[in-house]
């Protein structure tokens, strides 16, 4: 698996922060960064898609990774993390 650049990717800032993917139909990657290591809760309640959740330490080593599907009201990683990117996963058309 290649792990992306944090640096790369947009960081959720204001509301962002709160919403993440939901309510978009085509979302782009976003980077959560909290202040210090915690062990936070995320959900996809209102998400249109699957995306790809992958949790780092503060010295941004990879804790876990998951799969998620849209309206799962608790997720948690299996420890406390820093740094938080979701990665929607796009469907691409197939066209004949």
Do not use: T
Not at 32 to 59: G, H
């Amino acid at each position: 698996m290649i792990i992306p650049d944090i640096e790369e990717i947009k960081e959720a800032k204001g509301l962002k922060k709160y919403v993440g993917l939901m309510f978009q139909s085509n979302p782009e990657p976003l980077l959560f960064k909290l202040k210090k290591e915690k062990l936070v809760a995320i959900n996809s309640a209102f998400c249109r898609v699957d995306f790809i959740a992958m949790w780092f330490d503060k010295d941004e080593k990879l804790i876990e990774v998951k799969l998620i599907k849209p309206g799962r009201l608790k997720i948690l990683p299996k420890k406390p993390f820093q740094y938080l990117i979701e990665i929607p996963i796009k469907r691409m058309e197939i066209k004949k």
